[in-house]
């Protein structure tokens, strides 16, 4: 999903009960159900860890995207292991997208096992980068449109972490603010903020204006 920006360096590590042996099953109306809540209130049965191939200030992220836009999160689609958002374009800041709707690819997602004849379900998650809500307005650096996947030629990856930032009532919040403490038992935003803290830019993005925003990520 990340591109060139980062490498996997653990794969669906604490995954629980054996789940990379065994077969996967989809119920679209229980991740539906999940993706309802606005809050991360649902069960977590694997995390995946990344080792980035690089750090990226908020310039240079900026700067190395494609398209950067606001958008507002109007559906979503499990595909494990990607979740597809349907975000609607509302202002474009650079680049130019390839409609007024596009996909956005999501590492992670809702899973049903089968081990044993019992059955287990829950979500994977980026520690850091936890799925995008519906309802959800964000601002993100994109690379793409790419040629491959599930929508080849509309869907897009952002750069994780260092190009996903949560707007509400119109102020702009990094990942180090606007994630939740913990989610089920795995630490969220603690992961964000070894990451990110010390980056030129991030600590700044809590509670700025769009404008202010953009002053930082362009000047």
Not at 128 to 137: A, T
């Amino acid at each position: 999903m990340l591109d060139a920006f980062s490498v996997r360096s653990l794969f669906l590590i604490a995954l629980l009960l054996g789940f990379v042996s065994a077969s996967l099953y989809f119920s679209r109306s229980a991740f539906l159900l999940a993706e309802s809540s606005s809050e991360y209130d649902f069960k977590v049965i694997g995390v995946i860890l990344y080792s980035y191939a690089r750090a990226y200030t908020l310039k240079e992220a900026y700067w190395n995207a494609d398209l950067v836009i606001l958008g507002e999160i109007v559906w979503s689609e499990n595909g494990y292991p990607c979740l597809y958002h349907r975000v609607k374009v509302i202002r474009v800041f650079k680049g130019e997208p390839v409609s007024d709707v596009i996909i956005v690819e999501q590492e992670g997602g809702w899973v049903r096992i089968n081990r044993n004849g019992e059955y287990l379900e829950g979500w994977v998650i980026v520690p850091e980068d936890p799925p995008m809500r519906v309802g959800e307005q964000v601002i993100l650096f994109l690379k793409g449109p790419h040629k491959w996947g599930r929508y080849p030629n509309l869907q897009y990856s952002y750069m994780g972490v260092f190009g996903r930032f949560r707007v509400i009532d119109g102020k702009v919040y990094s990942a180090m603010y606007f994630l939740p403490d913990k989610i089920d038992r795995f630490k969220s935003r603690m992961w964000a903020v070894l990451i990110l803290k010390g980056l030129e830019g991030y600590e700044e993005v809590n509670g700025i204006t769009i404008e202010e925003f953009l002053n930082l990520v362009k000047n």
